[in-house]
């Protein structure tokens, strides 16, 4: 079973910051924070990933809260191209690990 | 573009038959994932191969078997095709082998269809 709790939708306007919440309570000290997205019927995109520092790369930016069990992913400027499925997939980085995906977020970026 | 192939990009079979699935990982990549993507749901682990050995499975059953080869190029194999296999089969490349290597990169997957 995914360790993440997402909503299962939410609406930005275009030209806004989108904030997508990710809760992950049970997440151990050495499992990384993972988003990813899906583009309607293709592959899913990775966006950025974390421990407990935030990051920020020429998508997107995670915010992981001090006591990890939470985080945001923000897309600075949501364009309409940015309407997909969010995964928040917390995973550890050892071998052998795979991503378990729960129904992410639909995010819908609105005209 | 991530640099990771999947072929063919469509296929349609019928219940009982076998069908073999390909991906080409992305340069440098030594560990490569299948998933199997069901309408609507998130996608679901099959298996990991490393270095041409399987390194994990997800909850399928034996008749989901899989092959890598030496230039890192994978095979999906699915026997005794039945109607709930019908789904989108994504494939994944990391470098793999180390800590903190193991972002995966997605291909464009193979939509399959089972009449």
């Known amino acids: 079973d995914a360790k993440t709790t997402q909503p299962t939708s939410m609406d930005c306007a275009e030209g806004r910051a989108a904030n997508l919440p990710c809760n992950h309570s049970?997440?151990?000290?050495?499992?990384?924070v993972y988003w990813y997205r899906q583009i309607h019927s293709q592959g899913p995109q990775y966006i950025i990933h974390?421990?407990?520092n935030n990051e920020t790369n020429e998508m997107a930016s995670l915010i992981i809260t001090e006591d990890r069990k939470s985080s945001t992913l923000i897309l600075p400027h949501a364009t309409l191209r940015d309407t997909a499925v969010y995964y928040c997939?917390?995973?550890?980085?050892?071998?052998?690990?795979?991503?378990?995906f729960g129904p992410g977020t639909r995010l819908s970026v609105l005209p | 573009e991530t640099g990771v192939t999947q072929s063919p990009t469509h296929l349609i079979k019928t219940r009982g038959q076998q069908v073999t699935l390909r991906c080409s990982s992305q340069?440098?990549?030594?560990?490569v994932s299948w998933y199997q993507q069901a309408l609507g749901q998130g996608p679901q682990f099959i298996f990991q191969?490393?270095?041409?050995?399987?390194?994990g499975r997800g909850n399928f059953p034996p008749r989901f078997s899989g092959l890598q080869f030496p230039n890192y190029s994978s095979e999906l194999n699915v026997n005794a095709l039945e109607l709930d296999d019908s789904a989108l089969y994504l494939c994944?490349?990391?470098?793999?082998?180390?800590?903190?290597?193991?972002?995966?990169?997605f291909g464009p997957g193979t939509r399959l269809l089972v009449l």
């Open positions: 340069s440098g990549h030594n560990t």
């Open positions: 191969y490393y270095r041409e050995e399987e390194n």
């Open positions: 974390g421990l407990k």
């Open positions: 997939i917390v995973r550890a980085n050892n071998y052998g690990q795979n991503f378990v």
């Open positions: 049970t997440i151990s000290g050495n499992e990384y």
């Open positions: 994944a490349s990391s470098p793999g082998g180390l800590a903190g290597m193991e972002t995966q990169y």
